[in-house]
């Protein structure tokens, strides 16, 4: 089901919905790939030189990705599960006054609105992590008097992009990595960050603990989701944690090894916490492979040294300073990968045998795509 407009932070059966607030906090801190600028030298060069290309952005959020392709002279069709993102990316793209570039869509990123072969380039950013494993869901709509079966989730979005896009159609993907990492602003030692997040999770339990028996369980779930939100907001200098629940109790996770793929998770962010479904950066690979896609490159980006890292942070304001998990020589993890897939053309047809030599691997592939129609219509008999 689509996500409506007013309903708070949660995990839905199709994706997340981060809420009114959620909403407007994700478009304030113009989060993008990583909520600063440390990917900008490895995301921003897919964005430059799209002029006249048609791009799909799916799950654009406040659209800064889709306002950004839209400025360097693409037409952009973004999409995403909740109208609170959308309301916010057509406020960004007036702002920007790129009117008339950036279509906007209310739509799953699991069935996407566009027809086969219609889109240059995909994007998809951090969007993976909110997106539940594979299902089936039974949709039943009376107003339409329509009652079908949908699929929902991280392998059809993968499936969609490729299905969407133009052979050899490049899709972009990022998400978040090394989720057993606290990865902080710097301003103060790590073990007292750990005692804040220690603290905050003990008000959660017993808040939690303390919901009256008698709720529903949709009204206590509101309720437990916004204790979590609420406590972890607080932590300010926390950039990125992931949280679960662990016999009855959320806890901070130190050991991305003991998340299990989908689960929900909660993950605190600059300024907001948002409800994720985990996924490896590994089930990226996996389901862009089965969905018809190669990988053509995979960035993962750190400081190399400290004297990178302070140089970063003399070059940003305060709020988007990175601490030492973000560099190499102090020990730290990469926070994000950026994935660059391309779409391949289907398997050739097992009775086409290709005679002769040819040069150009393009006009090959073209020479039997168009072999395999030929003999399609054939068998058909059209
Ligand atoms: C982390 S935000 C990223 C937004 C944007 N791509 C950006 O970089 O700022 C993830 C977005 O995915 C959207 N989303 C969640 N589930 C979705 C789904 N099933 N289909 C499409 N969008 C979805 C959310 O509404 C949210 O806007």
């Given amino acids: ?19 009114v607030e959620g909403a ?22 897919f964005l430059r ?13 406040a659209g800064p990705w889709a306002v950004f392709a839209a400025d360097q002279g693409a037409k952009v069709f973004g999409i995403d599960f909740q109208m609170d993102m959308l309301k916010n990316a057509k406020i960004a793209i007036s702002d920007a006054d790129v009117n008339g570039k950036v279509f906007l869509a209310n739509a799953d990123g699991a069935a996407l609105p566009a027809r086969e072969g219609e889109f240059d380039q995909a994007l998809s950013i951090n969007v993976g992590c909110n ?29 969609e992009m490729a299905r969407v896009l133009k052979p050899y159609g490049k899709a972009i993907v990022t998400a978040p990595t090394s989720f057993g990492e606290v990865f902080t602003r710097g ?30 369980e949709r009204e206590r779930k509101i309720q437990e989701d916004t204790i979590i939100k609420n406590h972890l907001n607080k932590l ?12 009855g109790k959320w806890v901070l ?9 989908g689960e929900k998770i909660w993950r605190k962010l600059p300024g907001l916490t948002v409800p994720n479904n985990y996924h490896h950066e590994d089930e990226y690979i996996a389901a862009a492979k089965k969905a018809g896609f190669r990988v053509v490159e995979q960035h993962h980006k750190l400081f190399r040294t400290e004297k990178e890292r302070r140089k970063y942070n003399a070059s940003v304001s305060t709020d988007k300073h990175l601490g030492k998990e973000y560099s190499e020589e102090a020990g730290g993890k990469p926070p994000f990968v950026v994935y660059v897939f391309e779409k391949l053309l289907p398997p050739l047809d097992p009775r086409i045998r290709i005679i ?10 073209d020479i039997a795509e168009a072999t395999v129609h030929a003999l399609a219509k054939q068998a058909g008999g059209q």
């Fill in 1 to 19: 089901m689509v996500a409506t407009a007013g309903e708070t932070t949660a995990h839905r059966t199709g994706g997340t919905n981060y809420g």
């Fill in 24 to 45: 407007k906090n994700y478009a304030r801190a113009k989060h993008g790939p990583d909520g600063s600028a440390f990917l900008d030298s490895v995301f921003l060069p």
């Fill in 49 to 61: 030189n799209i002029a006249g290309k048609f791009l799909i952005d799916v799950g654009c959020g």
């Fill in 131 to 159: 997106l539940p494993n594979q299902s089936t869901k039974h949709v039943f709509e009376p107003d339409l008097k329509l009652e079908y079966d949908k699929k929902v989730g991280f392998e059809s979005h993968f499936e």
């Fill in 187 to 216: 301003t103060r030692e790590k073990k007292y960050v750990l005692k804040s997040i220690e603290q905050q999770l003990n008000f959660i339990n017993i808040e939690i603990s303390q919901i009256p028996p008698t709720l529903s």
């Fill in 236 to 247: 300010d200098d926390v950039y990125r944690a992931t949280f679960a629940s662990r016999d």
């Fill in 253 to 261: 996770i130190t050991d991305e090894g003991k998340l299990k793929s």
């Fill in 356 to 365: 002769g030599q040819v040069t150009d691997s393009e006009s090959a592939a």
